[in-house]
């Protein structure tokens, strides 16, 4: 198991930049489309030939994502479909063997070593190429999905296993420090992977590296998708747990030119608030186009995110979920939420829905705080002074806290105000 130390050190990243990238994003159909269209794979290895992302710059990609504020990438070095996005010595079905010609995971990893951006990758350990890896998929002559017909039955074969677990040796020892190994998705009950002996390697050619749960075995980090769990992640005795919500950024993981429904910043930063109010880690999906670009719905997301984060982020890095009182869920119920910091003296109240649920002429009232006096508050935005009062429902010693807001929101996204304390009262 690792140490909580490093644990901490990936929850205190926070926020991550998730990266579908392969010769799917030609087809702009989404990663699975070799399935959805049942291309037969003779057909599909067109692609190889057609891959040549041009516009393709690890270091910008790296700065986009530091400028929106995160502090992790992760990247697919192999989706389903087997192809790999860097120089595997296993199979001619890479990007090496492309017009491109470069390994992509090797430039990414190498500008996230010089930017001191966490480096993750993304690896399926279903592989369509591999008829031992494939979910059963080759035979049903892909007309099943790997999740349904014939998964329940389907178990990898050895050769499959030894293939996988020599990539994952490769990706280990070939890239520099990995951060974090994001394995994709153990499904049906059957799938064993020798997955235990396969984290013990890498144990070894990554001791600091986090695994995520997908392998079907106990690792470091669990990984709810497409949703912000209602609770934070806690193990039987109430500890949290590493947590990570992986979302799309529109309604596909790989690059689709018809798919426009594109998260807005103020959704993408109501995310973030969410999970890390949670203690939980948030990675919003990025799918670059065929030539190596970023949507520019993307773009457009990325840099507000980056402007929020500017006088918000104080209330994200370095702070940690904070155990409200009595009303905490009907504090959640009305959307709001809070962080604190890890010396304490600074509470953070984020206010999605400016005036929140609730609210009467921006009044928010907030449980209180029941050994300790606030000693002033104000908007993170601009530093604007917050009033308040000690009235409100949350307790009946009259400990709640009524905010008297500004009637203008701080900011459309997440209105966040900071709260600062007296000396703390010695407990007797
Ligand atoms: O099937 C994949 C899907 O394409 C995508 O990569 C997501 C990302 O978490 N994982 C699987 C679906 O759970």
Redesign the pocket.
């Known amino acids: 198991m690792l140490s909580q130390e490093i644990i901490q050190k990936f929850r205190d990243a926070k926020f991550g930049m998730f990266l579908?990238w392969g010769v799917y994003s030609i087809l702009s159909k989404g990663?699975?489309a070799i399935f959805r269209e049942k291309i037969p794979k003779e057909k599909y290895k067109k692609y190889q030939r057609m891959f040549n992302p041009v516009k393709f710059d690890a270091r910008r990609w790296v700065k986009l994502a530091q400028d929106a504020g995160m502090k992790y990438i992760c990247i697919t070095s192999k989706?389903?479909d087997g192809f790999c996005m860097y120089d595997s010595k296993y199979t001619d079905w890479k990007i090496t063997n492309t017009p491109f010609g470069r390994d992509i995971l090797k430039e990414l990893a190498d500008a996230c070593h010089e930017a001191g951006m966490l480096f993750g990758i993304?690896y399926s350990i279903w592989d369509l190429w591999v008829n031992d890896l494939d979910g059963g998929l080759n035979e049903m002559g892909l007309d099943g999905e790997f999740i349904g017909r014939g998964a329940e039955a389907w178990k990898p074969g050895k050769s499959g296993i030894d293939y996988m677990h020599n990539q994952v040796e490769e990706l280990c020892t070939g890239y520099g420090k990995v951060d974090y190994f994001f394995f994709?998705?153990k499904r049906a009950p059957g799938e064993d992977y020798n997955g235990l002996e396969l984290i013990e390697k890498m144990r070894k050619w990554q001791p600091e590296m986090i695994i995520n749960d997908r392998l079907g075995v106990p690792a470091d980090c669990a990984?709810p998708?497409n949703v912000i769990p209602d609770k934070p992640i806690v193990d039987a005795n109430g500890d949290l747990l590493l947590w990570e919500s992986?979302m799309c950024s529109n309604k596909n993981?790989a690059y689709v030119h018809d798919d426009k429904c594109y998260k807005t910043s103020v959704e993408v930063i109501r995310e973030l608030v969410n999970a890390v109010s949670k203690g939980g880690n948030f990675l919003i999906n990025v799918g670059p186009t065929a030539l190596g670009d970023f949507p520019k719905e993307n773009l457009a997301m990325l840099k507000e995110v980056g402007e929020w984060m500017e006088y918000h982020g104080e209330a994200i890095y370095g702070c940690e979920l904070y155990p409200l009182g009595p009303g905490a869920n009907h504090f959640r119920w009305r959307g709001l939420s809070a962080t604190v910091n890890k010396s304490g003296d600074t509470v953070y109240i984020h206010i999605p829905n400016y005036p929140a649920s609730g609210t009467v002429d921006n009044r928010v009232v907030i449980p209180g705080f029941p050994d300790r006096e606030v000693d002033y508050m104000y908007l993170l935005e601009d530093g604007t002074e917050v009033d308040f009062v000690y009235e409100g429902y949350y307790a009946r010693d009259n400990k709640s806290i009524t905010l008297l807001l500004p009637r203008e929101p701080g900011h459309q996204a997440v209105t966040t105000v900071a709260i600062k304390f007296k000396e703390s009262i010695e407990k007797e």
């Open positions: 579908h990663e699975w989706h389903h993304y994709d998705v990984s998708e992986n993981w």
